[in-house]
């Protein structure tokens, strides 16, 4: 008995089986955008930077 393949996963599977290099290029886009070494210092600058908001921010001051 086979599990159930939406039509949209059968051609996902179908075109990264035909098209092994987007596979790879997702691999190394990823790198670019994601795979990034983490500044704390900066990170914690951001924080104390943040501007609190009103519990309702439609309120006329």
């Not at 039509?7 to 599977?13: A, G, L, V």
């Not at 886009?29 to 500044?39: E, N, S």
Request: aromatic share 14%.
């Amino acid at each position: 008995m086979s599990m159930y393949q939406s039509d949209y996963t059968t051609f996902m599977n179908d075109f990264l089986q035909k098209n092994p290099s987007v596979a790879e290029d997702q691999q190394r886009l990823r790198l670019t955008w994601w795979d990034k070494q983490v500044d704390v210092n900066e990170q914690h600058g951001f924080q104390e930077a943040k501007v609190q908001q009103k519990p309702y921010v439609y309120q006329p001051d």
